[in-house]
């Protein structure tokens, strides 16, 4: 069975710092990876997608993130956050083989971006 | 993206009452879930809402405890029945157009059970 870990469950940066939220997965096979973002308030947005092709990807607002087959991974970044981004991220991971979309999320990182 | 509403979007229930949560998509889609989350907790799938058939539940969640229809291609509902504190939780309907595509969320319901 496929699992996510999230290693940073709350994460407070200021304005201007870097980001950096670990996730790891367990599956042994083909994966999608994904990150969601959950603002206060609001529903679970996609922020990026990873099918395969290019290992680093990019989001929407200025994220990134970066698929280490090796290490199981699939860390997201940003170089400079803004208060805007406090949310809570998901990431996710779904096991495509046979057509069955189920996908396993982590436990979420909460991050507080301080002005 | 599809358009995902979700009704009640809150609602507070008394122990042993069952709640029924609809899903309305503003398009067509293959597939719909049926999430719970619960307070400082990831998102656990439910089950698989499938249109004309049962629905697929996960390891925990059972039919007599959580019904679902699916009656068509837009729309679907999950019942939480014979409530007790322990369902407090979100339940959020999601749909997806396959194993290779994202999911979309709505924006879930806040049930609480005193």
Redesign the interface.
């Known amino acids: 069975a496929q699992s996510v870990s999230q290693h940073n469950h709350h994460v407070i940066l200021s304005e201007a710092a870097s980001l950096e939220l670990g996730c790891n997965y367990s599956y042994g096979g083909t994966v999608n990876l994904f990150w969601y973002v959950q603002y206060p308030g609001q529903h679970l947005q996609l922020l990026l997608k990873y099918f395969s092709g290019d290992p680093l990807v990019k989001g929407i607002k200025g994220f990134e993130a970066e698929f280490i087959k090796s290490k199981f991974s699939f860390n997201l970044r940003k170089p400079s956050v803004q208060w805007s981004d406090t949310a809570e991220y998901f990431c996710a991971v779904n096991a495509p083989s046979g057509g069955y979309q189920k996908v396993t999320f982590g436990t979420g990182t909460k991050l507080q971006v301080i002005p | ?1 599809a358009v ?1 509403s979700q009704k009640p979007s809150r609602d507070i229930c008394q122990r042993g009452t069952s709640l029924t949560i609809q899903c309305q998509v503003d398009s067509q889609v293959t ?1 719909m ?1 049926w999430y719970r989350q619960q307070p400082g ?5 439910i089950a ?1 809402a499938n249109q004309g058939s049962e629905a697929t539940y996960e390891s925990g969640f059972v039919i007599d405890k959580f019904p679902i229809s699916r009656p068509n291609l837009t729309f679907s509902t999950l019942t939480v029945s014979n409530m007790s504190p322990e369902d407090s939780s979100i339940y ?1 309907c ?1 749909v ?1 157009e ?11 319901t806040r049930l609480t059970v005193t």
């Open positions: 993206s995902i597939m879930f907790q990831s998102l656990t799938l698989t959020l999601s997806g396959g194993a290779n595509s994202p999911l979309h969320f709505g924006n879930g």
